[in-house]
């Protein structure tokens, strides 16, 4: 059996997980980005069928890693979003939820498909000398120890390092073998996930349409083309999915806003259960968790990836910090802050996507008459619409550096 050394071991080689690696390796570390899947798996177009609605301040974070780069030329803006509510069968409500212009930085946030933003990630990952990116491992064991954590492939080999960061999912393995358990509900309901083409242009404008069964979510992609996220009670999930392309579509047109003319389905459909899942700690010993492995919230506000990018930002700022004062980056002291900053926020995202879900899956009259009046109300009073989506775009609190704004040529602000 051997062991290599590494500053950090990153169990978990998805978004989260590989933006972590790119900015710790930045940072002068030694990386090892450990992933169950082989490279060619990982590297695949058609590996997730997903598109991700990026906030401004990830597109910040992934700017300064030098992955935004390489994607930007195949992103969508996101130049309006319009929310709107109504029961199954019904018209939207004309009392909608819109927002455009309100952010002086830019866009609201900007769309990219999976098959373009993780290949890109992995790109900029394999020209970094500072990552050992170890695909195909699945890992057996890790153990924390005085002055290094160890980790134990499946191959017997072992590695160690004073910090392992758990990156690995809502079923995280790694906050498992550390005893760190998980709290959290199953909400019914299946995210339907597929790629539509339509005969006329979005406009970059976002649509979400809360249903009684739950939110379906119509995100522009490049092209006239958009991303589909359909939430439905599981069985009639199950019975959607079953169903031959052109029944699916005639079922899924209806829900769609007349402004797209005629739509067809390009690629596969996918199924995500959907499920609200919070590690009860975000740290332990010389371990740090990230991404879905620290907290699985509802797609609804598409904070998800946001939420986990937010993470990776957080931890590397205070492990930068750590290294310059010659601490031990696996220590209580210097975890403990992770866990301070990123606490609030993470439970704060998690009760209102699970709130905002809980009183829209619903059509009970009052409870629909209030919500709509709500959303008129924040389109209507210019300074709360202007806080809310600055929110949703990340620009709101304390922000770590890789998300503010994007520091001179060939420099990174606090590195």
């Known amino acids: 059996m051997t062991e290599a050394r590494h500053d950090v071991l990153i169990c978990g ?114 020209a970094e000398p500072r990552i050992a990116d170890i695909a195909g491992a699945r890992v057996t064991a890790q153990a924390a120890g005085p002055a290094a954590a160890t980790v134990t492939l499946a191959s017997g080999e072992r590695l160690a390092a004073p910090l392992v960061v758990g990156a690995d999912g809502r079923d995280s393995g790694t906050a498992a073998r550390a005893g760190i358990s998980r709290r959290g509900a199953r909400y019914g309901q299946t995210a339907i996930t597929c790629t539509i083409t339509h005969e006329f242009p979005h406009g970059g404008i976002a649509h979400q349409r809360f249903l009684p069964a739950g939110p379906l979510a119509v995100l522009p992609l490049p092209g006239h083309r958009s991303a589909i996220v359909w939430s439905e009670a599981d069985t009639a999930a199950a019975a959607l999915l079953a169903l031959p392309d052109a029944a699916f579509l005639a079922a899924l047109a209806p829900r769609l806003p007349a402004t797209l003319g005629r739509i067809g389905l390009e690629g596969r459909r996918a199924a995500h259960p959907l499920v609200l899942s919070l590690a009860e700690a975000m740290i332990g010993p010389r371990l740090a968790l990230v991404g879905d492995a620290a907290h699985a919230v509802h797609p609804v506000a598409g904070q998800g990836l946001n939420l986990g990018l937010r993470d990776v930002a957080a931890l590397a700022d205070v492990l930068a910090a750590a290294r310059r004062r010659g601490e031990d980056p696996g220590s209580p002291g210097v975890l403990s802050r992770y866990a301070r900053w990123r606490g609030f926020d993470t439970v704060a995202m998690a009760a209102a996507t699970d709130l905002f879900v809980r ?27 202007r806080a809310v989506a600055r929110e949703a775009a990340g620009l709101a609190g304390d922000l770590p550096s890789l998300m503010r704004e994007p520091p001179p040529e060939g420099g990174r602000e606090g590195g």
Do not use: K, Y
């Open 13 to 126: 080689g998805g978004l989260a997980g590989g933006s972590l690696a790119l900015a710790l390796a930045r940072d002068g570390l030694r990386v090892a980005l450990i992933d169950a899947l082989p490279h060619a798996r990982r590297t695949d177009p058609a590996f997730d069928g997903r598109a991700w609605a990026l906030a401004h301040a990830s597109v910040r974070l992934l700017a300064a890693l030098g992955v935004w780069a390489r994607v930007q030329g195949r992103s969508q803006p996101i130049l309006g979003v319009r929310a709107t509510d109504g029961g199954a069968g019904a018209p939207p409500s004309p009392l909608a939820l819109v927002f455009g212009d309100e952010l002086e930085e830019g866009p609201l946030g900007t769309m990219v498909e999976d098959g373009v933003l993780r290949p890109a990630l992995l790109a900029a990952i394999a």
């Open 359 to 385: 009183a829209f899956s619903n059509d009970l009259p009052g409870l629909a008459g209030l919500r709509r009046l709500g959303m008129a109300a924040v389109t209507a009073i210019g300074p709360l619409r």
